[in-house]
């Protein structure tokens, strides 16, 4: 039995899948839901084997629901309306995809393949996916209470796993996110976030102090005065990733402190 979840923010879209799911044998959908945010919600606690995930959708995308899922994903089938470079994308890929307005034949034979595909093959397409298309990753679903927040990349300062959670940190508070750090180091905007260590991911725009310790590490201080180490490896390509960004004033460099602490 496959256990589906519907994710469109037309009401009538939703309706026309259920019904068309009727006939589809040994399919049972366990629930509906409008927007991005209600669509992590209930991934979550439902635990769906299927998504079939609408794409044009305001606020987040289907494509950014899908990157902020956490591994193993739930297996995929996006829908579109008209998105021609979507679905370029998705057949270069490998991922599944319906063209709306569905019909029962394609939606079925959608549905076929997803009973042949191994319980994991889905995750790396869908990763491959996500980083193709411009804009998939753009935004962030972050844990707040008991729902979800929309966070645009640029307004985090910085990422850290702490005690098995990730978390995201803006101006004014920190937020819980699904992905691993190494999850978010595949999709994040590589000109825009540098891994500062194994606990930290970094937005350069959010650092305006470098200070360099003695034996080979540093600590960056950041927009919100938060200070954060860098491990010794990666102190030199820091230094050259702000010396090289453009429309950006240099970081200080300040003086090495007295003492030095371990890596």
Do not use: W
Not at 47 to 68: F, H, K, R, T
Not at 179 to 186: G, N
């Amino acid at each position: 039995m496959i256990r589906a979840l519907l994710v469109d923010d037309e009401d009538i879209a939703r309706e026309r899948l259920r019904q068309l799911l009727s006939s589809i044998a040994d399919l049972e959908v366990i629930g509906e839901a409008a927007d991005g945010e209600e669509a992590i919600q209930k991934t979550v606690e439902l635990q769906p084997d299927l998504l079939l995930l609408d794409i044009q959708m305001p606020g987040v995308s289907g494509l950014e629901v899908a990157a902020c899922l956490p591994r193993p994903r739930p297996k995929i089938v996006f829908c579109t309306a008209f998105d021609t470079y979507a679905v370029k994308a998705f057949e270069l890929h490998a991922v599944d995809y319906l063209l709306k307005p569905v019909s029962l034949h394609r939606l079925a034979q959608a549905i076929e393949r997803i009973r042949r595909r191994a319980p994991n093959d889905a995750d790396d397409d869908v990763d491959r996916l996500t980083r193709a298309v411009p804009g998939a990753s753009a935004r962030l679903l972050a844990r707040c209470g008991g729902r979800y927040k929309v966070v645009p990349q640029r307004e985090v300062l910085y990422f850290s796993s702490e005690g098995g959670l990730t978390r995201l940190h803006t101006r004014d508070r920190a937020h819980v996110l699904e992905p691993t750090l190494s999850d978010l180091e595949e999709r994040l905007d590589a000109a825009l976030f540098f891994r500062l260590s194994r606990a930290t991911i970094v937005n350069l725009e959010s650092v305006t102090e470098v200070r360099p310790l003695i034996g080979g590490t540093a600590d960056v201080v950041l927009t919100n005065g938060a200070t954060l180490e860098v491990s010794r490896r990666r102190v030199r390509e820091l230094l050259e990733r702000l010396g090289g960004r453009l429309n950006a004033p240099p970081p200080l460099i300040g003086s090495p402190p007295a003492a030095s602490r371990p890596e």
